[in-house]
């Protein structure tokens, strides 16, 4: 079982829809970063949090540290916004990220 | 544009062939990473180099080959590879650790005949 455990797997929307994506974690961590990687393959840091939301346009990110817990929203989603979410950890005791399997999200018009 | 490039952004090789993997960055971060990406797997950490110094090997096959001639410049040498090793690869780098916001390349999509 990975430490790090992502839902969906894969998530169909139309657009407009509201969006959510779970990750949870089963290790003491320092921060939980949220990542975007689009079908070229390239891979984007959305967020790094370790406490309390974070919110950038139309993503918001939270993160319950005593549940383990992270949730990734988008809000009035877009076409544009398809393509697979990576939550990763980085534990306290190593000074390496873990990575979820990610969620491969699909907005249609 | 994140800052880090690779190139190639495609390599086919055969199994006894020699290939190498570039990667650069301009954003004066002291860490980068190779990862392989293999389909439907989480992405694996191969090596670690913080300030040109190899700290993280995470029992990769001898068959890959890093090398960090400067802070800004990361090499992965192939050699003898095997089908399996078919996969994305991805360069990143990181101000200082890892667990700090990384910048990714775009990724070497290699295949392995």
């Known amino acids: 079982k990975n430490e790090v455990e992502q839902s969906p797997q894969n998530l169909t929307a139309q657009e407009g829809e509201f969006i959510t994506i779970n990750c949870s974690y089963s290790?003491?961590?320092?921060?939980l970063h949220w990542l975007q990687q689009h079908p070229g393959g390239g891979i984007v840091s959305l967020f790094m949090?370790?406490?309390g939301k974070k919110k950038h346009g139309r993503l918001i990110a939270t993160i319950n540290i005593q549940e383990k817990h992270s949730s990734l929203h988008i809000t009035a989603s877009h076409p544009r916004d398809s393509a697979v979410y990576i939550c990763?950890?980085?534990?306290?005791?190593?000074?390496?990220?873990?990575f979820g399997t990610g969620t491969r999200l699909q907005v249609f018009p | 544009e994140t800052g880090v490039t690779q190139t190639p952004r495609h390599l086919v090789m055969g199994m006894t062939n020699k290939k190498s993997l570039k990667c650069e960055q301009h954003?004066?971060?002291?860490?980068m990473y190779w990862y392989k990406q293999s389909a439907k797997k989480p992405l694996e950490l191969m090596f670690v180099?913080?300030?040109?110094?190899?700290?993280e090997n995470n029992s990769v096959p001898s068959r890959f080959s890093p090398e960090c001639p400067n802070s800004s410049h990361l090499f992965l040498h192939l050699h003898t590879l095997q089908p399996e090793d078919s996969a994305l690869y991805l360069c990143?780098?990181?101000?200082?650790?890892?667990?700090?916001?990384?910048?990714f390349g775009p990724g070497t999509r290699l295949t392995v005949l």
């Open positions: 949090l370790s406490s």
């Open positions: 954003l004066g971060h002291n860490a």
């Open positions: 180099y913080s300030l040109e110094e190899r700290v």
């Open positions: 990143a780098s990181s101000l200082d650790r890892a667990t700090d916001t990384q910048y």
């Open positions: 290790v003491g961590i320092s921060a």
């Open positions: 990763a950890v980085g534990p306290y005791n190593t000074d390496k990220l873990i």
